[in-house]
């Protein structure tokens, strides 16, 4: 099991992404558009780096949803290759067989 600071950080991260995407969407339309003034695409851009770092997508960690595992996350089924041995090797995931050689 990860910290539950490390995850709880993470959910924080998530939670402020999804609240200011509209936001940082809007200032950097704006930083792009070559029609603005330059000085607007400026305070643009003086307004897009105050915001809060954390509330980048990029700062977001793909983590394990059972175990908060940060490292080896399955996208697909976001689950870490650990857990998803195990409820593959049990039969829990539809259409997913355990090979052993």
């Known amino acids: 099991m990860a910290k539950v600071s490390a995850v709880e950080r993470n959910k924080k991260r ?3 992404a999804k ?3 509209a936001k940082r969407a809007e200032l950097k339309a704006i930083i792009k558009d070559r029609e603005v003034s330059p000085e ?3 305070q643009a851009v003086i307004k897009l780096a105050k915001m ?3 509330s980048t997508k990029v700062r977001i960690m793909n983590r394990c949803d059972l175990t908060g595992r940060p490292h080896s996350v399955y996208r697909k089924f976001r689950l870490g290759r650990v ?3 195990d409820l593959a090797s049990q039969g829990q995931i539809p259409g997913m067989v ?3 050689w």
């Open 14 to 16: 998530v939670r402020m």
């Open 19 to 21: 609240a200011k995407q």
């Open 40 to 42: 607007d695409r400026i």
């Open 52 to 54: 809060p770092r954390n």
């Open 83 to 85: 857990v998803l041995r």
């Open 98 to 100: 355990k090979s052993s």
